[in-house]
Every structure is written in C-alpha cells, then in structure tokens.
C-alpha cells in the first residue's frame, strides 16, 4: 500500500491532476483495489481532492495546495 501511496503521489506530483480511470488502466484487479484504497488514504490526509461529476463517472484527483 506505501509503494502504491508513492507512486499515485509522483504522478500526481508530475501531471497535477489524474483520474481514476487513467490510474488503473491495464492493472489487475488486485492492484485497482490496492490503488484505490491509497487513494482513499491519500484523501482522508487531506493531501488529494477528489472530484466526481455523476454517479459512476469518473474520479479525478488532484494534488491540494
């Protein structure tokens, strides 16, 4: 889960903003879930926003200031 903290903050970090789906493209699903809670953690220590439009839309996260 820390590997995966780090490299969603890197990218991040470089892009400035990602989404969801762009994260997880061509991963397993052991690894989209894995993922998915790094960002949850990531957002409950405030140093991500998420935004989504609609329900089963897209996540976009982006790194806060």
Do not use: P
Request: aromatic letters at 4%; glycine letters at 4%.
């Amino acid at each position: 889960l820390e590997e995966k903290i780090q490299e969603v903050i890197a990218r991040l970090q470089s892009r400035g903003q990602d989404s969801f789906q762009e994260l997880t493209e061509a991963k397993h699903r052991a690894e989209v879930i894995i993922i998915f809670l790094a960002i949850l953690h990531l957002a409950r220590e405030k140093l991500i926003q998420l935004e989504q439009k609609g329900h089963f839309s897209d996540i976009m996260i982006k790194k806060t200031q």
